[in-house]
């Protein structure tokens, strides 16, 4: 089993920063992808950035230039660098980590955590 722990969320002005960080801890951590999705109320849940175990990433667009995702592998950790940050960015941030199998992959999630964009 695989246990994925959250941290660094919180209130932020427009135009602040903010680092998550996501810890996985449990048995058989050797993770193709980690990343983040983000929901806002009332909205559906979306990639916000993705990155592999050969540190290739993928962003959405509109957090491209602003966000830069990033991993240590020996540590089993994903990070969310977030600069300038805008009042749509709120949304809770959840993490999630896919775990390779004998046969493909299989997906964790953290609990999520809420990061607020407001003056």
């Known amino acids: 089993q695989v246990q994925l722990v959250e941290s660094g969320g919180g209130l932020v002005q427009p135009g602040g920063s903010l680092r998550l960080a996501c810890a996985a801890s449990g048995s058989f951590l050797n993770f193709a992808d980690m990343g983040w999705y983000r929901q806002a109320p009332g909205k559906q849940r979306e990639l916000v950035a993705s990155i592999g175990s050969g540190g290739s990433t993928n962003y959405a667009a509109s957090v491209k230039g602003r966000f830069t995702i990033s991993r240590d592998n020996a540590k089993n950790t994903v990070f969310l660098q977030m600069n300038s940050l805008k009042p749509e960015d709120t949304a809770v941030y959840y993490c999630?980590?896919?775990?390779?199998?004998?046969?493909?992959?299989?997906?964790?999630w953290g609990q999520g955590t809420q990061v607020t964009v407001s003056s």
């Open positions: 999630y980590a896919e775990q390779r199998r004998v046969i493909g992959t299989k997906s964790y």
